[in-house]
């Protein structure tokens, strides 16, 4: 049992390059969501997919693209890397939408460096 | 908004003894769940412990407890008998009653273990 599958674990790109972030997930969750973690900044919220077809934007939106591809996959995509999306990223999922005291499964994370 | 703040960025705590994490937070909702993560040097992001607003007992998970006082916004979280693997950063989040599902992290404390 997988769980919630980032790829990749780590990666280094240039300043303007692009690339996406994959996760996928084997619980039939429906909600997935991005976040971004930075030193002193704990984790912030970059888009989520409350459910498969919708998504939205967090708290840190810009730079970024999301694909809910279908309900297994969601992808994060940065067009033109910049030196300030160095960051972990981290996928989460929730069973469903409209709360219950769930808490999310996460998948192990991204490091990112740009450079 | 919602607002989680965490107030020790860095706490220090001796093999066997207890330590309290502080947490407090803002919102207006009545509705909603406070939770705790762990994040040990790998990475991943583990679930401590969760707690709902409308029940008024605190939450207990084997050697963690939760202090949750709802007219204050306060939600720390209580280690007993600490243990070497103990040592790990810290998030308190705060998570809505909505549909979203959308997670608010505080900025973490990160916890050493002294043996």
């Known amino acids: 049992n997988a769980g919630v599958t980032q790829t990749p674990k780590f990666q280094v790109l240039k300043t303007g390059q692009s690339m996406t972030l994959q996760c996928a997930q084997d619980?039939?969750?429906?909600?997935m969501y991005w976040y971004r973690q930075d030193p002193g900044m704990g984790l912030r919220l970059i888009y989520y997919?409350?459910?498969?077809?919708?998504?939205d934007k967090g708290e840190v939106p810009n730079g970024y693209n999301v694909s809910r591809l279908n309900k297994r996959e969601f992808s994060l995509r940065l067009e033109s890397a910049a030196p300030s999306q160095t960051s972990v990223y981290f996928c989460?999922?929730?069973?469903?939408?409209?709360?219950?005291?769930?808490?999310?499964?996460f998948g192990s994370g991204t490091r990112l460096t740009v450079v | 908004a919602q607002t989680v703040t965490q107030s020790q960025p860095e706490m220090s705590v001796q093999e066997a003894e207890t330590v309290t994490l502080s947490c407090t937070y803002d919102?207006?909702?009545?509705?909603?769940?406070l939770f705790w993560y762990k994040q040990p040097p790998s990475r991943q992001m583990i679930l401590v412990i969760r707690?709902?607003?409308?029940?008024?007992q605190n939450a207990t998970e084997n050697r963690f407890s939760v202090n949750f006082q709802k007219a204050a916004k306060s939600f720390s979280l209580k280690i007993s008998d600490s243990q070497l693997g103990d040592a790990a950063m810290y998030f308190c989040?705060?998570?809505?009653?909505?549909?979203?599902?959308?997670?608010?992290f505080g900025t973490g404390t990160l916890l050493a273990v002294q043996p």
């Open positions: 989460a999922t929730h069973p469903r939408q409209g709360g219950g005291g769930y808490g999310y499964t």
């Open positions: 619980m039939n969750h429906n909600s």
């Open positions: 997919s409350a459910s498969e077809g919708t998504t």
């Open positions: 919102t207006s909702e009545s509705d909603y769940y």
């Open positions: 707690q709902e607003a409308y029940k008024q």
């Open positions: 989040a705060y998570r809505d009653g909505g549909a979203t599902n959308k997670l608010i």
